[in-house]
């Protein structure tokens, strides 16, 4: 069961009995409301000062109270805003006037304006979901920590109140760049879901990995016998997310028939597993991420037109960590907590010089860098000028891969070891084959992304791997 806390602040009292009876009626089961009251605009910036509330619901004239100095509901919110800007506000009100209610959105920080005359009790139920998802996140009760969307920039945070307004029916397009967090996004999508109903299951699919059959054979299933190497019924993801969200991860990576296929389940909410032909019914909401801008992906033939309306309903944009450089504190700080043991600190200095770099890798390579100062560095303080060696000429970090001369060095050692093993030239060549394809397997997921890593067909590189005696599955992660 959730509380919402809220603050009531209206001044005729028989107003203030309609709304909490309403809003009462129109919350989910599990959530109950403390409503707090007060019948003028002072005392409501008071009462925020002195104790949490997750939404305010304000009056915009408070001229039938005995106790009004004049402040009126849109002042209330500007004053409330600068106690604590990630309290949600909403006006409910007889004035009507469009310019009066332009400027308590657009000036005055109101999240929300309800007409009294027309007011929809579902409609303030939803804003009030908005401002208790918001909070227990906040709190870190809705996802593992280590799926936390952390930010403290104002951008970002805008971004995360769209995605807590969304419906748990609402199917959804999450577009970033690579590392930028679109994974933390969907989980809290489903969270949000989740919170108004624990039995949601979800399924998580990085489309990137999976070669046409075996994505056909992870949605749909398959019949045992249906393809080489089914050697038992499978249940696809369909059928274990029904109720609940299939999150697919890269979606572009899918092929267009296999869209297309995925497409009339969706319109018809019927399938049949690989190898048969009984019909399974299944409703689902689908949660997609693409690190290629949607109108590329389309213009490409990446992704159908027909699919991507039919998914997008809500669309959610990350911003890249350079658009964020506030948050690079915040996620140092709280990497560098996750590595438990290690007692290491970055300078003040090292964490401005951070703020400055280009992060074309995002969180992803913030991290990773983070990871190798930590292991480099044999101090406690990580100063700037450790961070300058490890870094290119351009400014990107080095974290992933060893200086130049370091580089040299291991490579003139593994030949030395080899020669002194007697190895042929071929034999020497296949082992560091192996372990060239090894690492980028540990660098990327899945075997489309290690071909466009290190340059080779997929084709080739599925030979490659073969002749190697490597199975591909150890590429798909």
Not at 248 to 256: A, G, K
Not at 346 to 365: H, T
Not at 407 to 431: F, H, N, P, Q, V
């Amino acid at each position: 069961m959730h509380k919402l806390r809220i603050l009531l602040a209206e001044d005729m009292a028989h107003e203030r009995l309609a709304i909490m009876a309403g809003l009462k009626a129109a919350l989910p089961e599990n959530v109950t409301a403390d409503f707090t009251c007060i019948d003028y605009a002072e005392g409501a910036v008071e009462r925020v000062k002195a104790q949490p509330f997750d939404l305010v619901i304000l009056d915009l004239d408070f001229s039938q109270s005995e106790r009004s100095k004049g402040m009126t509901g849109l002042v209330a919110s500007i004053k409330i805003k600068e106690i604590n800007a990630d309290l949600y506000t909403v006006v409910v009100s007889s004035t009507e006037e469009e310019v009066t209610m332009a400027r308590a959105v657009e000036e005055c920080g109101v999240d929300w304006y309800l007409r009294r005359s027309a007011i929809s009790f579902d409609e303030l139920a939803w804003l009030a979901r908005q401002s208790l998802l918001s909070r227990l996140h906040r709190e870190g009760a809705l996802v593992e920590e280590r799926y936390a969307f952390m930010t403290a920039t104002p951008s970002a945070k805008q971004v995360l109140r769209s995605v807590d307004a969304i419906l748990p029916s609402q199917s959804v397009l999450i577009y970033g760049e690579t590392g930028t967090g679109k994974e933390l996004v969907a989980r809290r999508i489903h969270a949000n879901a989740k919170a108004f109903d624990g039995k949601r299951p979800i399924k998580v699919l990085d489309c990137s990995a999976l070669t046409p059959q075996l994505f056909e054979s992870e949605v749909f299933g398959h019949k045992k016998g249906s393809f080489t190497g089914a050697t038992h019924d499978r249940r696809g993801a369909l059928d274990i997310v029904n109720g609940g969200d299939l999150f697919l991860d890269e979606i572009h990576n899918i092929p267009p028939f296999l869209q297309q296929k995925l497409l009339r389940v969706l319109n018809d909410g019927v399938f049949s597993p690989v190898g048969s032909n009984e019909e399974m019914r299944s409703k689902f909401r689908i949660i997609a991420a693409t690190n290629i801008p949607v109108d590329e992906a389309l213009s490409s033939g990446k992704l159908l037109p027909d699919f991507v309306e039919r998914i997008r309903k809500i669309k959610v944009d990350l911003p890249p960590l350079r658009n964020r450089q506030a948050d690079i504190p915040l996620l140092v700080e709280e990497h560098l907590k996750n590595l438990g043991s290690f007692d290491k600190e970055f300078s003040e200095d090292a964490v401005i010089f951070m703020q400055g770099l280009p992060w074309k890798g995002n969180i992803r390579e913030l991290k990773g860098f983070v990871d190798t100062m930590v292991a480099a560095v044999k101090i406690p303080i990580i100063s700037r000028a450790h961070l300058s060696r490890h870094l290119s000429k351009d400014g990107e970090s080095d974290a992933s891969a060893p200086s130049a001369p370091a580089a040299a060095d291991a490579i003139g050692a593994a030949a030395e070891e080899m020669l002194s093993k007697g190895l042929t030239a071929e034999e020497a060549t296949r082992r560091l084959l192996s372990a060239y394809l090894l690492r980028a397997s540990e660098k990327h997921d899945g075997l489309e992304a290690v071909a466009r890593a290190t340059g080779i067909s997929r084709a080739t590189l599925y030979r490659q791997l073969k002749d190697l005696g490597i199975s591909a599955d150890s590429l798909r992660k």
